[in-house]
């Protein structure tokens, strides 16, 4: 289990999810060059433009903070820890205020698909204090978080195509 702690075991991983990113963040201006003046006006479309793009780039953070070469695991995950934080806290204030601008019917469920993309970056933050104290699984909990904000990303870019196509 010791390569749960070592960032150099996980580099093809974090190139093929930088790469994987930058596809994705190709379809997203695509999908926004479509019809951008229907994306800003809608408040569910701009959020999950918002969305993907946080998510992207989250991922691509993720992977250059990975990909840093002899970092030591303590300062690794101090870096998760404060971009965990900072993703939280920038990430919670705009689905507030998407929250907000939502019919009343709605925010419910809307608020319920957040949970999943919250866990996303709640793993960033355990695998930050996991890395830090050299326990309880280190680098496996940011799997979670590749797989919730990758096929987060897609979904939004998919329904972001087909819906304002």
Known sequence: MEYAYRAEAWQAMYTTVASATATLTGLLFIALSLDLSTI???PT????ARETLGGLLCLLVLSIFLLIPGQDRRVLGGELIAGSLIMAVVGIR???QTLKKMDAGRRMRWAMRLLVLNLGTLTILIAGISLTI???GGLLWLVPTILIDLL???NNVWLLVVRVA
């Open 40 to 42: 800003i006006k809608m």
């Open 45 to 48: 479309y701009r959020a999950r």
């Open 94 to 96: 705009f689905q507030l």
């Open 134 to 136: 050299g326990q309880f």
């Open 152 to 154: 987060w990303s897609l």
